[in-house]
């Protein structure tokens, strides 16, 4: 019988590729096809982020094996009939931006996205006919200094990150729908024992990583959530009150601004 749904997780990290990670491409493989989804995007943490390889490797070493990740879910993913895409986790200061669309390739000519400033990257990727989800865009931590939202700059915006809890995700979905922004969802998944699942799902499959772009822009899609465990960031209870709002600007007419 032919399914109505078709389902897709656009963030999942592997232990090829994530210093963070505790399963391997192809044992997430078999994780995902036996939660009952139809594919993953694999989205390891960038060269600026928190990738497991050693950035001391010249480019196009560093790229093949960043790559191994994508490339062992992929072997088992066409054993067991689940798709597997290639996707990045670009990191700049804590915010963080999976890009998809492009490939090694793309990556071997373009050396300078490691250095360049963040709004060049944003830029340079969707000229190159990239897509851009923000992720968890209002989560925060130590390691992230600020919350800085663009835009201007991105395609989407992840309104629900799994393991991140309702505060975080409810945030995501006001600003995504403030800008019009392309609502997506993705677990941040980093191994096979993780709890808290989500995705997008299709009212068809996605057969290529570019039919997943266009699927996305056309809205074609729909997010989900299903947690066996209500956490924050794997390990952590959600407490709304560790989250302090600011306090309210100050009056304008007290202010004077000098420019
Ligand atoms: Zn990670
Ligand atoms: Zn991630």
């Given at each position: 019988?032919?399914?109505?749904?078709?389902?897709?997780?656009?963030?999942?990290?592997?232990?090829?590729?994530?210093?963070?990670?505790?399963?391997?491409?192809?044992?997430?493989?078999?994780?995902?096809?036996?939660?009952?989804?139809?594919?993953?995007?694999?989205?390891?943490?960038?060269?600026?982020?928190?990738?497991?390889?050693?950035?001391?490797?010249?480019?196009?070493?560093?790229?093949?094996?960043?790559?191994?990740?994508?490339?062992?879910?992929?072997?088992?993913?066409?054993?067991?009939?689940?798709?597997?895409?290639?996707?990045?986790?670009?990191?700049?200061?804590?915010?963080?931006?999976?890009?998809?669309?492009?490939?090694?390739?793309?990556?071997?000519?373009?050396?300078?996205?490691?250095?360049?400033?963040?709004?060049?990257?944003?830029?340079?990727?969707?000229?190159?006919?990239?897509?851009?989800?923000?992720?968890h865009?209002f989560?925060?931590?130590?390691?992230?200094?600020?919350?800085?939202?663009?835009?201007?700059?991105?395609?989407?915006?992840?309104?629900?990150?799994?393991?991140?809890?309702?505060?975080?995700?409810?945030?995501?979905?006001?600003?995504?729908?403030?800008?019009?922004?392309?609502e997506?969802?993705?677990s941040?998944?980093?191994?096979?024992?993780?709890?808290?699942?989500?995705?997008?799902?299709?009212?068809?499959?996605?057969?290529?990583?570019?039919?997943?772009?266009?699927?996305?822009?056309?809205?074609?899609h729909?997010?989900?959530?299903?947690?066996?465990?209500?956490?924050v960031?794997?390990?952590?209870?959600?407490?709304?009150?560790?989250?302090?709002?600011?306090?309210?600007?100050?009056?304008?007419?007290?202010?004077?601004?000098?420019?």
């Open positions: 019988m032919e399914k109505e749904w078709y389902r897709y997780d656009l963030h999942v990290h592997t232990y090829e590729g994530s210093a963070c990670a505790r399963s391997t491409g192809a044992e997430l493989a078999d994780f995902y096809k036996e939660k009952g989804y139809d594919g993953i995007v694999i989205s390891d943490h960038f060269w600026r982020g928190n990738t497991r390889v050693d950035r001391d490797l010249p480019w196009d070493e560093w790229l093949r094996e960043f790559h191994k990740g994508y490339e062992n879910a992929k072997a088992r993913g066409d054993e067991i009939g689940l798709s597997i895409f290639y996707a990045w986790e670009y990191s700049s200061k804590g915010n963080d931006f999976l890009t998809f669309g492009l490939d090694n390739d793309w990556l071997l000519e373009n050396p300078d996205v490691v250095q360049i400033e963040l709004v060049d990257y944003l830029k340079l990727v969707r000229e190159a006919g990239g897509f851009l989800i923000h992720a865009p989560y925060q931590a130590p390691y992230i200094p600020m919350i800085r939202l663009l835009p201007n700059e991105v395609d989407a915006v992840e309104v629900v990150n799994a393991p991140k809890g309702p505060f975080v995700n409810a945030r995501a979905k006001e600003y995504a729908q403030a800008y019009d922004l392309i997506t969802g993705g941040d998944c980093h191994s096979v024992n993780w709890k808290q699942l989500s995705g997008v799902e299709f009212p068809h499959p996605i057969g290529s990583m570019q039919e997943l772009v266009e699927a996305l822009k056309m809205r074609e729909r997010v989900f959530l299903m947690e066996e465990e209500p956490v960031n794997g390990d952590k209870p959600y407490k709304p009150g560790s989250f302090k709002l600011p306090p309210p600007p100050p009056d304008p007419n007290r202010q004077k601004l000098v420019w």
